[in-house]
C-alpha cells in the first residue's frame, strides 16, 4: 500500500473535497431558490398580465387627453428633455407616465398603440408592485395569501368605466407606481441613514410627477413617522431617530418637488396650470351630494358599478367585484384599528393615505360621479394591498377560519381571472377621430383649429401627420391646456381649416354659423360624417389672437 502509485495515494483527498463543494452549492441553490421562484413568478405573471391589459386598453378609444401625453413623449424622445414650450395641465405627469410613453415610442413610433402600450405597462407595474407591498417580509403560504390578495384585487379592472380610467389616459393612477416603489423601500430595507434620502428623493419623484402624490403619500409617511418618533417622548423614552427621519424627508420632498417644477420653469421648460380646485373646501350644503359621489366612484374604481352595467355577463361581473371591495374595506377596517394598536409602519401610512385620498377628494373637490374617480384612484392600490397585509396573516395561520374562506377566496379570484380574460376578448376601437384624420390626410389638409377633443386625438392618429390645434370660445381663441403657443404663431404655422359641424355644437366640433362669424366665408367645405371640414385660403392663425394661459374655459 506505501508503493500505491501517487494518484491513487491522492484520490481520497480529491473524494473529500467534492463532497464538500457539493454540500456548498445545495447549500447556495436551497437559499436562492424561493427568490428565483418568486422572480419567475412574476416575470410570468408580468408577460400574461400586461398582454391581457394591453388587449383591454385597447377595447376603448384613445382621446386627447392620452394624445397629449404622447405628444409630449415625442418631444422629450427627440431632446426637449424639459418639455421648453409646452402648457400642461393642472397635472404634468412628466417624471413618470411621459417617460414611459416616449421609451415605448423609441420602439413603437408615434401612433394611438403608444397610449395603449403605456398603460398596459404603468398598470401591470401597479398590480405587481402592490402584490410585493402586500406580501410584505412574509415567506411561505402567509406570503402568497398576502400577495394573491393585493394582486388579486387588482388585476381584473372592469370594462366600462374602468377601462378608461385605470388603463388609458394617465390620470392620477399611474403615480400610484412611484408610491407604491417608495413604501416598498421602507418595507423591505434595514433601518439605514441611506433610506430616509433614498425616500425623499423617490416621493420628490411621486409628487413631480403628481401633485395628488402630496395628498397621497408625502403627508401620510410625515404625519405617521413623525408621531411614531414622537410617542416615546410621552413615555420618557428616547425618540426613535429613524421614523423622525423619514418623517422630515417626507416634508423636505414636498419642498424639494416646488423647487424641482420651479427650477424647470426658469430653465424655460413647461409652465402647468394652477390646482385651483383642490385643497378649497366645499360648502357644507354640497357634502351629502359629494360624498354620494364619492361612494359611486368608489364603486367604480373596483369594479363593482353595478347599476351603470348593461344586463348580462357585464353585471355579473360587477356583482363579483364587491368581493375585491368587501376585502379594501376590511383591511382599510383593520388599518385603522392597527393605528392604535402599534401596527406596521407601513399599513400605517398606508390607511392615513386612504382616508386624506377621500377625504381631500370628496370635500376638497367638486366631485362628480365617473370623472372624479380620477381624484381618489389612489384608494385602488391603497386598499388592495391593506387586504394583503392585514387580512393576509389572519387567513394564513387561523386553521378554521382559512378552511371556511379559502375556497371562497380561490372561487372569487378565478372568477377575476375569468373577467379579465372576458375584458381582453373584446375587440380593439380606434382612435376617437380616426377617421376624421384619415379624411383629412387624404384631402391634403394637414393644418387646421378644432376643439381640445378633436385636437390632440387627431394629430396622434395620423401619427403626427395632421396637426389639429386646440382653440376654444367659438375658434376666437386658443385653448392653453396641453398645447404649444408656437401652434398659433402665424410666422411658423399655416391653419386653413376648422373643425366644425352644421348642428348644434359638441365636444369635437364647433357650430359651423359660429365659425363664419369669426373667420368669414370659407372657400370649400368637405363632410365627414357629422363633421364640416370649413376651409379658407388664409391662415387663420392671423385672426387668433396670442395664447394666454391663464384662460382656460
Known sequence: MLKSVRGQVAAPAADGVRPAAQARWSHRWRAAWPYLAWAAGLAAAAVVLFWCYLRQSQSTAVNSDGAGTALQAWQMLHGNLLL????????????????????????????????????????????????????????????ITRALLGGGVLVAPAISPGTRILMLSPDHVGVGVPILLTLLLVD????????????????????????????????????????????????????????????????????????????????????????????????????????????????????????????????????????GLALAVAGLLAGIAGLLRRADRVTQVLTVGTLVVLGAGTLGTKMTPVSGAHQIAAVLPFGAVLAGRTLGPWLARRRLPRITLAPLLGLALAGYLAALGYSAAQPASPAETQGLADFLLAHHLTYGLGRYWAANSTTLAS??????????????????????PSWYDPAVSYANFVVATSGPPTAYAFNDVIVRHTFGKPAREYRYGSYLIMVWNKNLLLQVPPPNQSRVD
Open 84 to 143: 421648453s414650450g409646452w402648457w400642461l395641465a393642472d397635472v404634468t405627469f412628466y417624471s413618470f407616465e411621459v417617460p414611459v410613453n416616449a421609451v415605448v415610442e423609441a420602439i413603437n413610433g408615434l401612433n394611438p398603440d403608444v397610449v395603449h402600450i403605456s398603460a398596459a405597462l404603468i398598470y401591470t407595474l401597479l398590480v405587481l408592485t402592490a402584490a410585493l407591498l402586500a406580501r410584505g417580509t412574509a415567506r411561505g403560504a402567509e406570503g
Open 463 to 484: 401619427d403626427g401627420r395632421v396637426r389639429v390645434a386646440a382653440v376654444q370660445d367659438g375658434a376666437r381663441l386658443a385653448y392653453p391646456w396641453v398645447t404649444k
Open 188 to 323: 423591505r430595507a434595514r433601518e439605514r441613514w441611506w433610506v430616509p434620502a433614498a425616500a425623499c428623493v423617490l416621493l420628490t419623484w411621486a409628487q413631480v410627477d403628481d401633485p395628488i402624490a402630496t395628498y397621497a403619500a408625502a403627508l401620510p409617511v410625515a404625519a405617521v413617522c413623525l408621531l411614531r418618533a414622537a410617542l416615546p417622548l410621552l413615555r420618557r423614552r428616547r425618540p426613535g431617530w429613524y421614523d423622525g427621519a423619514l418623517g422630515v424627508a417626507a416634508v423636505v420632498s414636498a419642498e424639494l418637488a416646488r423647487l424641482v417644477v420651479a427650477a424647470i420653469k426658469a430653465a424655460g421648460g413647461y409652465s402647468m396650470q394652477s390646482l385651483t380646485n383642490v385643497g378649497k373646501l366645499q360648502p357644507y350644503a354640497d357634502w351629502g351630494h359629494l360624498i354620494k359621489a364619492s361612494g359611486e366612484n368608489v364603486l367604480i374604481l373596483f369594479g363593482a358599478d353595478f347599476y351603470e352595467q348593461p344586463a348580462g355577463v357585464r353585471t355579473v361581473i360587477a356583482y363579483l367585484h364587491f368581493a
